[in-house]
């Protein structure tokens, strides 16, 4: 028997909350909100690892995202440096003790049977998904984030001395390591 496409959608958005709740658990004394953080900053470019950032993309307050990092500071995971570029602005840094929590991440499950799909499967997946939070994202006025490679904002220059190709982001004046282009950016614009 066909489903209804309202049945359907009702059953997708339930299995994503649940696959949420499977992987939101209080791992090695770490709680669901910590260890987003601690995703978060091993995946965000030197413009997004912020309270701030981390509050929009999480899309909770600031004042909670800074609870939850300044207890990530004071047991060790995270370190707070001042921005060069703004003084008034702390950049968030994992740690070495932050690194190796994140080998024991509870998402790690959910990681591994994901790449147990098919790579069509996978790749539909992942178009799927993206178009879901996008769509909710709209909805809610929430700013999307995405990774620097796929933004509008970044340049490829050829290096006069080197005749290499180097990055910068065009918003912020700022050369981009090649690492940089995979990594989650808050002033994220679609180059589409």
Same mark, same amino acid.
């Given at each position: 028997?066909?489903?209804n496409? @309202?049945? @359907?959608?009702?059953?997708?958005?339930?299995?994503?909350?649940?696959? %949420?709740r499977?992987? =939101? /658990?209080?791992? /090695?004394?770490?709680?669901?909100a910590?260890?987003?953080? $601690?995703?978060?900053?091993?995946?965000?470019?030197?413009?997004?690892? #912020?309270?701030?950032?981390?509050?929009?993309? =999480?899309?909770? #307050? !600031?004042? #909670?995202?800074?609870?939850?990092?300044?207890?990530?500071?004071?047991?060790?995971?995270?370190?707070?440096?001042?921005?060069?570029?703004? %003084?008034?602005?702390?950049? $968030?840094?994992?740690? /070495?003790?932050?690194?190796?929590?994140?080998? =024991? +991440?509870?998402?790690?499950?959910?990681?591994?049977?994901?790449?147990?799909?098919?790579? @069509?499967?996978?790749?539909?997946?992942?178009?799927g $998904?993206?178009?879901?939070?996008? !769509?909710?994202?709209d909805?809610?006025?929430?700013?999307?984030? %995405?990774a620097?490679?796929?933004?509008? =904002?970044?340049?490829?220059?050829?290096s006069?001395?080197?005749?290499?190709?180097?990055?910068?982001? /065009?918003?912020n004046?700022?050369?981009?390591?090649?690492a940089? $282009?995979?990594?989650?950016?808050?002033?994220?614009?679609?180059? +589409?």
């Amino acid at each position: 028997m066909k489903k209804n496409p @309202t049945e @359907t959608a009702r059953t997708i958005a339930e299995l994503i909350v649940q696959l %949420g709740r499977i992987t =939101h /658990d209080y791992v /090695d004394g770490l709680s669901p909100a910590q260890w987003s953080v $601690l995703r978060y900053m091993s995946r965000a470019n030197q413009f997004s690892r #912020t309270v701030s950032a981390f509050a929009e993309f =999480h899309a909770t #307050t !600031r004042g #909670t995202a800074s609870q939850t990092v300044k207890s990530l500071v004071s047991q060790g995971y995270l370190s707070r440096t001042k921005s060069k570029r703004d %003084g008034r602005s702390v950049i $968030l840094d994992l740690t /070495d003790a932050g690194r190796a929590a994140l080998l =024991h +991440d509870p998402c790690s499950a959910l990681v591994s049977a994901a790449a147990e799909l098919p790579a @069509t499967t996978r790749g539909q997946l992942t178009s799927g $998904l993206e178009r879901l939070l996008g !769509r909710l994202a709209d909805n809610s006025k929430i700013h999307p984030f %995405g990774a620097c490679g796929d933004c509008s =904002h970044v340049a490829s220059k050829e290096s006069p001395r080197k005749m290499t190709l180097r990055f910068e982001c /065009d918003l912020n004046n700022e050369p981009l390591g090649e690492a940089e $282009l995979t990594q989650t950016c808050i002033n994220f614009c679609s180059s +589409d």
